[in-house]
Structure formats: structure tokens, C-alpha cells
């Protein structure tokens, strides 16, 4: 598992009130099927920012970016290269 995804995985056991662990959670599984709240992905996006020092744009403060792991990555991995 990357550095990336573990420190996702980590904010999101933190943030994400899901109702599973979030160290066992498919890259691909719905992290809103998973529990996790609006208002608990604004914290997920906060925490995200403070972990690796990037800023998500309005473009991106989309339900689609923060719906999994894999696309959280995604996400932080475009603003880190920008």
C-alpha cells in the first residue's frame, strides 16, 4: 500500500465516521455507502489539505472526488503534481 493511501486511510478512520475500518475498505468502495456524512467529508477535505499541503479548488469540492480512496488519491496526487 502506498504512503498516499495509508495516510488517506488514516484521515479517514480519523474524519470519515464510517461505520467500517477504514484499513480493510476497498480503494473502489463508496465511502458514502460507507457512512460517511457531508458534513464529515468537509473535515476529510480539511484534514486532507493539512496532510499534504495542497488546496482543493471549487472545481473539485465535488461528492465524486471524496467517494473513495481511489479517488481521493487521485484528487491529491493531481494537486500535488500542479
Given at each position: 500500500?502506498?504512503?498516499?493511501?495509508?495516510?488517506?486511510?488514516?484521515?479517514?478512520?480519523e474524519?470519515?465516521?464510517?461505520?467500517?475500518?477504514?484499513?480493510?475498505?476497498?480503494?473502489?468502495?463508496?465511502?458514502?455507502?460507507?457512512?460517511?456524512?457531508?458534513?464529515?467529508?468537509?473535515?476529510?477535505?480539511?484534514?486532507?489539505?493539512?496532510?499534504?499541503?495542497v488546496?482543493?479548488?471549487?472545481a473539485?469540492?465535488?461528492?465524486?472526488?471524496?467517494?473513495?480512496?481511489?479517488?481521493?488519491?487521485?484528487?491529491?496526487?493531481?494537486?500535488?503534481?500542479?
Amino acid at each position: 500500500m502506498s504512503d498516499l493511501v495509508s495516510k488517506i486511510r488514516n484521515i479517514l478512520k480519523e474524519h470519515g465516521r464510517l461505520s467500517g475500518d477504514a484499513a480493510t475498505l476497498d480503494p473502489h468502495a463508496d465511502l458514502y455507502q460507507a457512512g460517511m456524512t457531508s458534513h464529515a467529508s468537509v473535515n476529510v477535505m480539511l484534514a486532507l489539505e493539512g496532510e499534504f499541503d495542497v488546496e482543493f479548488p471549487d472545481a473539485m469540492l465535488k461528492r465524486n472526488v471524496f467517494s473513495s480512496i481511489a479517488a481521493i488519491s487521485a484528487a491529491v496526487s493531481e494537486l500535488q503534481a500542479a
